[in-house]
């Protein structure tokens, strides 16, 4: 059985390295184990738009509503859906670079990022199987056709 390691960031994208991984990605999603004090909603999901899009309250919850039906994912809560700094982490372990929200002030300052449109939230899904039951961290990004 793979032994998990814990995701060590070796360095962050440019902005010019941010640009050229964002070219044809449509959103990025990133999972992880909630906090344990949330039994009903046990993974805290990430949603990475690319766009600065500022949305009405009617898009984000038609975005989130769309997303959760295509994830299998129920009780949503805890939303969080707003124009943000998100950096991109990278190891040698790595396929992809990791999508990082920034919400410490010394963050934004030290991390090279971009705003990208972010929807965070706890929910349950079965298709998250990984944070869900095994404890893990993982990220996907979706391309334009």
């Given at each position: 059985m793979p032994v998990a390691h814990a995701i060590n960031t070796d360095?962050?994208?440019?902005?010019?390295?941010?640009?050229?991984?964002?070219?044809?990605?449509?959103?990025?999603i990133l999972a992880?184990?909630?906090?344990?004090?949330?039994?009903?909603?046990?993974?805290?999901?990430?949603?990475?738009?690319?766009?600065?899009?500022?949305f009405t309250q009617d898009i984000k919850d038609a975005i989130l509503d769309k997303f959760c039906d295509e994830n299998?994912?129920?009780n949503p809560s805890e939303v969080m859906s707003q124009l943000m700094p998100v950096g991109f982490g990278k190891s040698?372990?790595?396929d992809t670079p990791m999508p990082l929200l920034?919400?410490?002030?010394e963050d934004q300052m030290s991390i090279p990022h971009t705003v990208m449109h972010v929807i965070d939230f706890l929910g349950d899904s079965d298709n998250f199987y990984e944070a869900k039951i095994e404890?893990?961290?993982?990220w996907s990004y979706s391309y334009d056709e």
């Open positions: 360095t962050y994208l440019d902005p010019i390295e941010i640009e050229a991984h964002l070219k044809n990605v449509e959103y990025a992880t184990p909630a906090p344990s004090h949330f039994k009903d909603t046990p993974i805290q999901f990430t949603i990475f738009l690319n766009t600065q899009d500022k299998n994912i129920t040698e372990a790595q920034l919400i410490k002030p404890g893990l961290t993982g």
